[in-house]
């Protein structure tokens, strides 16, 4: 920790290092509890090896070179985006976001003392999670992302050739270009969070209020991106099949109450309408990426393989 707590001694007089909560994926730095002037705070360390060993997965220059940058996109999004998101899509709070060559440290509030806790998979988080995503969404629509990605997500196509070779071929395949561009050429636009799994949120069960985290993957996208991949990582293949166009709906509900509160120029039929259509697309387009990285992987269902079929080219030679 020497190098980064360089970083943070010229702004702070005290600076008490606790336990380490994880370690970042593969190498890539390390999440600690500490007092910052005597104030629980969390210290998010970042530093990627030119060399990254995965015990699974050989990474290769295409995929070092994603995880770097999705740590440039986290920083700028904590330097110059978060402070400025509305009341009912916050993020958790960044007291300072530092940068000195491979190094990165952002400085986070303990959402725990404020009352936050990791969310839980209920009805009540999910419904939350949705107004969030509805928030976020709304506010960011046809804003620029710049330093974000330009495509949001981990997934989308262009970041992975690796798992794309690694694909049978075969009509899911054939028509992954066709998805990608049917998701990259919609007409509305905004940011997406473009990681929002329920890990990533804390939910404050007094107020019923969410807080979103690891912003990596932010950048440009529809938001039936950021709701397909939520409710996947909350709901199994029974309860998708059974709830999942509930929740589409409940966030439609939101979202067009979300867009009367920050006044968009646009009609919310036009949106909701063409990103429902692209609801099957984002499922097609995770679903390629699965079937390129573990194609035994448990999201790989019958409700994700019924959706995508709406959108898969079976026609393709």
């Given at each position: 920790m020497a190098p980064f707590l360089s970083l943070l001694k010229p702004y702070y007089k005290t600076i008490t290092l606790g336990e380490v909560i994880t370690e970042l994926w593969s190498g890539c730095g390390h999440i600690v509890q500490c007092k910052i002037d005597e104030k629980p705070c969390v210290i998010k360390a970042i530093s990627v090896p030119e060399q990254i060993n995965h015990?699974?997965?050989?990474?290769?220059?295409?995929?070092?070179?994603?995880?770097?940058?999705?740590?440039?996109?986290?920083?700028?999004?904590?330097?110059?985006?978060?402070?400025?998101l509305p009341l009912c899509a916050q993020a958790i709070t960044c007291l300072k976001?530092?940068?000195?060559?491979?190094?990165?440290?952002?400085?986070?509030?303990?959402?725990?003392?404020?009352?936050?806790?990791?969310?839980?998979?209920?009805?009540?988080?999910?419904?939350?999670?949705l107004s969030w995503l509805a928030h976020f969404h709304a506010f960011?629509?046809?804003?620029?992302?710049?330093?974000?990605?330009?495509?949001?997500?981990?997934?989308?196509?262009?970041?992975?050739?690796?798992?794309?070779?690694?694909?049978?071929?075969?009509?899911?395949?054939?028509s992954a270009q066709q998805i990608n561009d049917s998701l990259v050429n919609a007409q509305f636009q905004t940011?997406?969070?473009?990681d929002a799994k329920l890990a990533n949120f804390a939910y404050n069960s007094a107020t019923?209020?969410?807080?979103?985290?690891?912003?990596?993957?932010?950048?440009?996208?529809?938001?039936?991106?950021?709701?397909?991949?939520?409710?996947?990582?909350?709901?199994?293949?029974t309860e998708l099949t059974k709830y999942a166009e509930g929740y589409l709906n409940t966030y439609f509900d939101y979202l067009t109450h979300a867009l009367m509160v920050y006044k968009k120029p646009l009609d919310p039929a036009s949106l909701i309408n063409e990103w429902r259509a692209l609801w099957p697309v984002a499922w097609a387009d995770f679903y390629r990426f699965l079937a390129g990285w573990d194609p035994t992987h448990i999201k790989i269902n019958s409700y994700m393989q019924r959706i995508s079929s709406k959108c898969i080219n079976t026609n393709v030679s």
């Open positions: 015990p699974r997965i050989k990474q290769s220059i295409v995929a070092i070179q994603r995880k770097k940058h999705s740590y440039i996109v986290e920083y700028n999004w904590y330097k110059h985006y978060s402070q400025h976001a530092l940068a000195q060559d491979n190094l990165k440290l952002l400085v986070f509030t303990d959402f725990n003392i404020q009352g936050y806790q990791q969310a839980k998979s209920n009805n009540d988080v999910i419904q939350a999670v960011h629509l046809k804003q620029p992302s710049k330093g974000l990605w330009q495509q949001g997500n981990y997934w989308h196509l262009a970041t992975r050739p690796d798992e794309f070779a690694n694909m049978l071929n075969g009509p899911l395949k054939q940011i997406i969070h473009g019923q209020n969410v807080l979103g985290y690891d912003f990596q993957y932010t950048g440009k996208g529809v938001g039936v991106i950021d709701v397909m991949y939520f409710l996947g990582s909350c709901l199994n293949e």
